[in-house]
């Protein structure tokens, strides 16, 4: 039994690695949607997009960061694009980036 478990963990060290990076990704995706949609709220209403993109990511999602905004046809659009790290956010990232993009109707003043 000791010899079969000793045979197996590489491979369900394996799956939980693959398992766990799949996660990542996902949540990747979801940190960029929500900071372009706080990011938009924030700039329809004559507040700053790119503060507001930054204070919905922490620590280590902040690194590399490039929140893009603006106005167009009555939107306000934001688009904040994130590295998707190798099983930790702050070490390594893969060589393929997560956008996340947004808008919300312009309610600031026109002039």
């Known amino acids: ?54 204070r919905h990511l922490e620590g280590a999602w902040q690194k590399g960061v490039s929140p893009e905004c603006g106005r167009g046809d009555g939107m306000y659009h934001a688009t904040v694009t994130l590295h998707v790290p190798v099983l930790f956010p702050g070490a390594a990232a893969f060589p393929f980036d997560v956008r996340g993009e947004a808008a919300a109707v312009w309610e600031g003043d026109d002039r």
Do not use: H, K
């Open 1 to 54: 039994m000791a010899v079969e478990f000793a045979g197996m963990l590489p491979l369900i060290l394996l799956t939980l690695v693959l398992l766990w990076q799949c996660v990542l990704i996902g949540y990747t995706y979801t940190l960029a949607g929500n900071a372009a949609d706080e990011a938009a709220r924030a700039g329809a209403v004559g507040d700053s997009c790119e503060e507001a993109a930054l």
